[in-house]
């Protein structure tokens, strides 16, 4: 007989993995399925781009939760196991070995595979992504044989990566397509600061370029420019965000795009089904009440809990105000809110001193921080943040005046 459970998560990543766990946390009796298609038991992906890659933190610190818990807590995880269609009528889903499972309720948290380059050349060896443990299991393999290493995209996962391969030894160039990095997520000062950071450190950033192709036999030896300039690199690191895993669901009906459209419970257009984490399209009050994607742990964490506690009947809007963290090198980024949108920005501190952050604002009220080796402004500023607060200007820029005595 087919399989069932009251409830079925798709994808045993961050959000999946925190679905169930809210769900038994709510006192929820029911049968629980996760399918996940990687083989690993859930686990972290932060790290992937930091410690893990850089060889100083094993697999299995990597762990969610450890392999006993799931059995304790009568969570079934069926990995290795791809869903493949989904039948909102029936409640079933198919699996890509041919089977079909049964739901109650539907959490569909399947996060996003790396989005690829549209040039030739891409399916040559020594061509990476960073979205799996399978990934960087594959680069470490193949990092040790190589000198010169190129990073494509200069987001937080370009930018992280190439950090650790830099401090492993490694010539990495990184090439961005935009004037500065981290362009979609942060102000100029920050962009700026990191890539001074990068290039102090002797990453070769290169701005404004466009890459024409990746050029190899079998194995990659170089990124072709749109200018015809080669760049010799054996390990190319592609790392220019991600597509939501959404084609199922919306084959079935659900509205949505890039991404799957929820409300405020994470349910999405179709009748019992949700969805949180990486894939889901929401508006988001920090957002002004756009709809946004946010690919963070926060945001997978939360909608996930959100998500359980509709299941379970206790009514929880997912409001919860957006954080972040990056590690490179020596610094820490640390941010609270969504700058998008700002229409002024103060510097608090010298980022020079390589500890500073940056206060956005809309119409005079906070809307977000970035703070670079700034702990206390990150904690202090998010009540800013949550209300919105006007602070005074001239206060404000004074980095000797802690935020908390803004709040008034
Ligand atoms: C390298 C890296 C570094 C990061 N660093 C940070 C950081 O510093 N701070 C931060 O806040 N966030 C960071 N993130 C983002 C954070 O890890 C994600 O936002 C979070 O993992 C999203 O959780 P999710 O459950 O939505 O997706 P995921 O964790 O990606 O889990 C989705 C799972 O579903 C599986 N799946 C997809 N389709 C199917 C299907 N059809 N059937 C079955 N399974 C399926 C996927 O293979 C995956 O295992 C980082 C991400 C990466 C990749």
Redesign the pocket.
Known sequence: MEPSYDVVI?????????AAIALRQNAFDGTIGI????PDLPY???????DYLAGDKAFDRLLIRPEGFWKERGIALELG????AVDPNAHAVATDNGHTIGYDKLIW?????PRRLSCAGTDLAGVHT???RADVDQMKLEVGKVDRVAVIGGG??GL??AAVLSQLGKKVVLLEAMDRVLARVAGETVSRFYEDAHRARGVDVRLGVAVDCLVGEDQVTGVRLSDGTILPAKLVVVGIGIVP?VR?LLDAGARGGNGVEVDGLCQTSLSDILA?????LHANRFADGDWVR???????SDQ?TVAAKTIAGLKAEYNAVP?????QFDLKLQTVGLSTGYDAAMVRGDPRSRSFSVVYLKRGRVIALDCVNSTRDYVQGRRLVLGRLTPDAQRLADPAVPLKELEG
């Open positions: 798709v994808g045993a990543g961050h959000s999946g993995a925190q399918i996940g298609d990687e972290e992906r932060p790290p992937l781009s930091k196991t791809r869903i493949v948290a399947t996060g996003g595979a960073v979205r799996t937080y996962i992280e990566t895993a199922p949180v984490g990486d894939c889901a946010l690919e963070s742990v926060q945001n997978a996930a954080w972040f963290w990056s590690n």
